[in-house]
């Protein structure tokens, strides 16, 4: 019996995928894919397309990840989520970096505009430096929860519903003062 992977919490999904399941591995795919596949969009700068584009990196990601589920513990449904966005971002970094040192590759001489991501085109390879640095630096909750609100556009009741927080109203002011602590330690590594 498959029930609609977005009535069945991540939680039960995962553990349905642990004990062998496979329609519960097909859900998640279902579940995850698009918002990855959202997320990475224009992450993967065109020079560093060679075989694989960004649509190939986000199902690589998952698999990965559903292949090691079994190491991986749900605290809050937004939790899954937060390892997939690092497992892909851990993607596509290694993508970059094998696109560089790829000898049949061409790079141009002044390569770093050219590998600029449109992310990076509009607010600075340095100003997304700075957020992953200060990102890592805030507790689990709160980076879940930028995470979810700002990167996946989730409204507040999503994130409240994904963080295992009492109310939209909650979550709204999490993200907040998430924002708050996040912009103090973007100052602070800049």
């Not at 770093?112 to 957020?131: H, K, P």
């Amino acid at each position: 019996m498959s029930t609609d992977p977005f009535l069945e919490s991540t939680a039960a999904l995962i553990s349905r995928v642990k004990a062998g399941d496979e329609a519960a591995r097909e859900q998640l795919v279902a579940k995850y894919l698009p918002l990855l596949q959202r997320w990475a969009h224009g992450r993967l700068p065109s020079n560093a397309r060679g075989l694989i584009e960004t649509s190939d990196l986000v199902q690589v990601t998952l698999v990965r990840a559903l292949n090691q589920i079994g190491k991986f513990e749900p605290r809050r449904e937004g939790a899954f989520l937060a390892y997939l966005r690092t497992t892909l971002m851990n993607q596509l970094r290694n993508e970059i970096r094998r696109s560089v040192r790829d000898p049949k590759q061409e790079i141009p001489e002044d390569h770093s505009d050219d590998r600029a991501t449109l992310l990076e085109q509009l607010m600075g390879r340095d100003v997304i430096e700075a957020y992953e640095a200060g990102l890592v630096t805030l507790p689990e909750n709160m980076q879940e929860a930028i995470i979810l609100s700002v990167e996946f556009g989730f409204s507040h009741g999503e994130v409240a519903d994904a963080i295992g927080s009492p109310s939209a109203n909650a979550a709204r002011m999490l993200v907040s003062r998430a924002l708050v602590k996040l912009s103090k330690a973007m100052d602070q590594s800049g």
